[in-house]
């Protein structure tokens, strides 16, 4: 009988805590997205002219003086970690899908291999899969009357030297916001989602239940998936193609918070995406939608791993974020060397 009693207290405690996690959504609960769903957000969710026809910024614009001083007053304890993670010099299956990244030292002694000063080259590519980056607004484009354009209707015009408009040279010197990071693994408690795991409004919204915080306008955004501890894990794998992240439903809410930067430590986008069609906008609709529409650059493989822990530790999910551009003539991005302060 005491056995009968203590399996049923055990069995109502684990129930409680059962039910005290949040409930992940699952794809079975959510109707299938189309092509054609994507191209009507394309429309409904633009921000062309929102800032003046000539604009070339997008979603950098709501950070404005004010947004930075209330950033700034997030600084409590000093403390700084590292968003970014640089590109693998070793080759993998999620890198150099964009050319071999190489580091080479300049005049050293073919008798002695010692170089003769401290001086060193470095070549990569901006979108390689290890790399964290910026995409800039030309990165992605949406078709009108037969024509490629570019955020803000601009015509995408590329040749050698890279993006006549909507280049990252034409986006500012940086950010200075308030950081919000959303840690779907914590929430769920796992360590890492697993590839092919989508994020949709709801967990958005239940994470800001669980990290009392509500995500404004202005406010750069970074969803972890756990990508970089999957990958210490059981190693590399190919995250353009197999990735936990973002479902193309959660756009019309990161539209309505107004957000002025999204990133996510693999391509942002769930792969597979699950929109029905062809197309670069039914394979990357939160590519498409956020870069092409709503003007918001990406962050695609931050490094989330350190701001976890440091978030967790103070459980606040909120600092000051920085972050200065590579001001590349007419480039397609810029290497993103972010950092958190607390």
Same mark, same amino acid.
């Given at each position: ?132 980056? *910026? ?51 914590? *929430? ?155």
């Amino acid at each position: 009988m005491k056995g009968f009693f203590l399996g049923l207290v055990l069995g109502s405690f684990l129930a409680m805590l059962a039910a005290a996690q949040p409930k992940a959504a699952t794809s079975a609960q959510h109707p299938v997205i189309t092509i054609e769903q994507v191209n009507k957000w394309e429309t409904e969710l633009s921000n062309w002219g929102r800032w003046g026809k000539d604009d070339e910024r997008g979603s950098l614009n709501l950070i404005t003086p004010q947004k930075q001083v209330q950033a700034a007053k997030l600084v409590k304890d000093g403390v700084t970690v590292t968003l970014a993670h640089f590109a693998s010099l070793e080759k993998a299956e999620d890198n150099f899908n964009f050319g071999p990244t190489k580091h080479e030292m300049f005049g050293v002694d073919p008798k002695t291999h010692i170089p003769r000063f401290a001086l060193d080259m470095i070549s990569f590519g901006i979108h390689d899969g290890t790399n964290s980056h *910026m995409d800039a607004l030309c990165h992605y484009r949406l078709q009108r009357d037969g024509q490629w354009v570019v955020f803000n209707g601009h015509p995408q015009e590329l040749d050698e030297k890279g993006c006549k408009a909507d280049g990252i040279d034409r986006m500012g010197p940086g950010i200075f916001t308030r950081g919000i990071l959303v840690d779907i693994p914590l *929430m769920r408690g796992v360590d890492y989602l697993e590839p092919g795991t989508p994020i949709y409004p709801e967990d958005l919204e239940a994470w800001e239940k669980y990290a009392h915080v509500k995500i404004s306008s202005g406010d750069a955004v970074f969803v972890r998936t756990g990508r970089w501890a999957r990958r210490e894990k059981v190693g590399p794998w190919n995250v353009g193609r197999q990735a936990a992240g973002l479902d193309a439903s959660t756009m019309p809410w990161f539209k309505q918070r107004d957000i002025s930067v999204l990133g996510g430590d693999g391509v942002n986008d769930v792969q597979p995406s699950g929109v029905q069609g062809q197309g670069e906008a039914a394979g990357r609709p939160v590519h498409t939608l956020t870069i092409a529409v709503l003007g918001v650059p990406l962050v695609d493989n931050a490094y989330l791993e350190d701001v976890a822990k440091e978030c967790a530790k103070r459980k606040r999910w909120e600092f000051l974020t920085t972050a200065q551009f590579m001001r590349i003539p007419g480039g397609t991005a810029t290497p993103f060397n972010g950092l958190a302060t607390f």
